[in-house]
Every structure is written in C-alpha cells, then in structure tokens.
C-alpha cells in the first residue's frame, strides 16, 4: 500500500514539472532557470522539499491590490529585507499555485478573496539561503514566483513569520528592495494593466 505521503509528494512533484514545462519564459534568462528547475526536479524525486539538499523548489507570491496600486510586502526576519510571501511546499500542498496562495493567506492575514492570477507562474528565481538555521549550510530556493490578486482595500495583518508587512505604491517601493523583487512587481503590475 502506497502511504499518503508518498502519494502527495508524487502529486505536487509532478504538478512542479508540468506547470515548468508548460510555463512560457518571457526571456531567455528565465527560460534557462526553468530548465534548470526541471532538471533539479528529474534528478530528485524529493525536490520539492525543504529537507532536500542543496536546493529545493520554493513557491511565493506577490500579493497585489491592483485598484489600489499597490503591493504587499514582508520584512522577513532572517533576511532583513522586504520580499514578496512565500516558502517552502507543505505535504498538504498539491499544487505549487496551492502552495503560493496558502503561504499568501498565511503571511498576510487575509483570509478571503485572495486569487491566483493567469495561468502559472509570473517569474522564477533562484537564490541562496540559510532556511536549516544560521549554524547550517546555505540551502539554494528555486522559487516559483505567482502573482496574488488581494480584493480591493484588503487589510492585511501580520504573522509571527514577519518583522512587519506593508502595503507599498507600485512606484514606492522600500529603498532596500532588491533587484528581484522589484523586476516580480515590474512583471506584475505589467500583467494586471
């Protein structure tokens, strides 16, 4: 008998590859991470864990307000930085968009009306992280990045997994966003005008 574990990993495992292979690139840089990604998740079958090392797949979400032109982020607290929401697959998680939307209603506190928009994911991104804890190698996430769609005037409250979460202006975001979360909201905010 095939145990319950074994049969969502298989599941989510084989949503990550077909969601990858059926995504369409928007560049060539994005195109080669998604080949990148595909060949991880084909060498392993647990790849869409936090327990595989060095590297595992990831799935975050950009949370928007487009009525309000506006974007949610965290101050995540073993980054120091603002981000978009997001982490690591659960074994409840069937889908990586599931996944994306469960970390989204987590991290934000909105509980309802929250939508996953288009047809898969928006961006992929592939960065170096201690998430086994500051005494543990660096783990790589290969993050699958969608884009969330808030209800207008959402109110949004903070978890126990951020330092503070903000609704920012498209064209205001924190000073310390990096390069890629900024091209994420650029993305988005292309996608949804």
């Known amino acids: 008998m095939i145990s319950r574990s074994l049969t969502t990993v298989s599941g989510l495992q084989a949503d990550a590859v077909a969601v990858l292979r059926g995504w369409q690139a928007p560049d060539a840089e994005q195109d080669l991470l998604r080949h990148d990604y595909l060949d991880h998740l084909d060498a392993r079958p647990d790849g ?13 979400a950009l949370v928007a307000d487009a009525a309000a032109g506006r974007v949610l982020l965290t101050l995540h607290p073993k980054v120091g930085r603002w981000l978009q929401l997001g982490g690591h697959c659960e074994p409840e998680d069937t889908t990586l968009a599931g996944a994306a939307l469960r970390e989204a209603r987590e991290e934000s506190g909105i509980a309802e009306g929250l ?5 898969g994911p928006v961006k992929l991104d592939r960065h170096a992280v201690r998430c086994a804890g500051k005494d543990q190698p660096e783990n ?3 993050d699958v990045q969608y884009l969330i769609v808030a209800p207008a005037d959402a109110v949004a409250r903070i978890s126990e997994e951020s330092l503070d979460l903000r609704w920012f202006p498209w064209d205001a975001l924190p000073d310390d966003t990096d390069t890629s979360v900024r091209r994420l909201a650029d993305l988005a905010r292309l996608a949804l005008s």
């Open 48 to 60: 869409v864990w936090r327990s595989c090392r060095p590297a595992h797949i990831t799935a975050s």
């Open 115 to 119: 939508t996953v928009f288009g047809d």
């Open 140 to 142: 790589t996430h290969l």
